[in-house]
Nanobody, 125 residues
Framework: VQLQASGGGLVQAGGSLRLSCAASGRTISSYGMGWFRQAPGKEREFVAAFSRSGDSTSYTDSVNGRFTISRDNAKNTAYLQMNSLKSEDTAVYYC???????????????????WGQGTLVTVSS
């Protein structure tokens, strides 16, 4: 599967963005999906994910209640809705796909087999 992330940009603190991860080559419903981010000078970190079954999700504490991960099987696309953005959310965001257990929610980058190219989110304070 090939993944194409988009939707990043410059936004003021408190604003919203929706990131998209378009899949091609295989249906997205076959995969558990995750979003990771990497801020300048920092390691890549987990943000949010859902299982292949689609009924299990997980969020890192810092985004819980502000971000929502979802997918649209008809559009073969996963999304990350980001609300109440903060300056510390500034990073390059990557989507990824994994084919682990049906209800496995991948929390580590090494659990993912396919990666998109990243999209930059900049939150100004």
């Amino acid at each position: 599967v090939q993944l194409q992330a988009s939707g990043g940009g410059l936004v003021q603190a408190g604003g919203s963005l929706r990131l998209s991860c378009a899949a091609s080559g295989r249906t997205i419903s076959s995969y558990g999906m995750g979003w990771f981010r990497q801020a300048p000078g920092k390691e890549r970190e987990f943000v949010a994910a859902f299982s292949r079954s689609g009924d299990s999700t997980s969020y890192t504490d810092s985004v819980n209640g502000r971000f929502t991960i979802s997918r649209d099987n008809a559009k073969n696309t996963a999304y990350l809705q980001m609300n109440s953005l903060k300056s510390e959310d500034t990073a390059v965001y990557y989507c990824a796909a994994q084919m682990r257990g049906w209800r496995t929610v991948g929390l580590r980058s090494d659990e993912y087999d396919y990666w998109g190219q990243g999209t930059l989110v900049t939150v100004s304070s």
